[in-house]
């Protein structure tokens, strides 16, 4: 897995099911890009607070920017916040 990734420059997430790819822009977020390409995932504080867009992360490394997961659950880099996290990889392969 490539890790060599500014986590604060663009970088590209993969939607399982589909293959798709969308770029992320460094100035957008996650969930912006799958609401704009039509992939539903339920939101609602949209700051990481309340873990209600909480998505399965497949393959990458998330850049957890969230309040919801604990320590524990960050070293395990198999979710993230999609509303407020972003990668420390080029690529992240999400469970939708």
């Known amino acids: 897995m490539n890790s060599d990734v500014n986590p604060d420059q663009a970088f590209e ?3 399982a099911s589909t293959g798709a ?3 992320v822009p460094a100035d957008g977020n996650v969930l912006e890009v799958l609401i704009q390409n039509g992939i539903d995932v339920p939101f609602s504080c949209q700051q990481g607070v309340c873990g209600t867009c909480l998505t399965r992360v497949l ?3 998330p850049d957890h920017r969230d309040m919801y997961l604990t320590d524990e659950e960050r070293e395990k880099n198999d979710e993230f916040t999609p509303c407020c996290s972003r990668s420390k990889s080029k ?3 999400l469970d939708l």
């Open 13 to 15: 997430v993969k939607i």
């Open 21 to 23: 790819v969308y770029t």
């Open 59 to 61: 393959e990458g490394i």
């Open 91 to 93: 690529l992240l392969v």
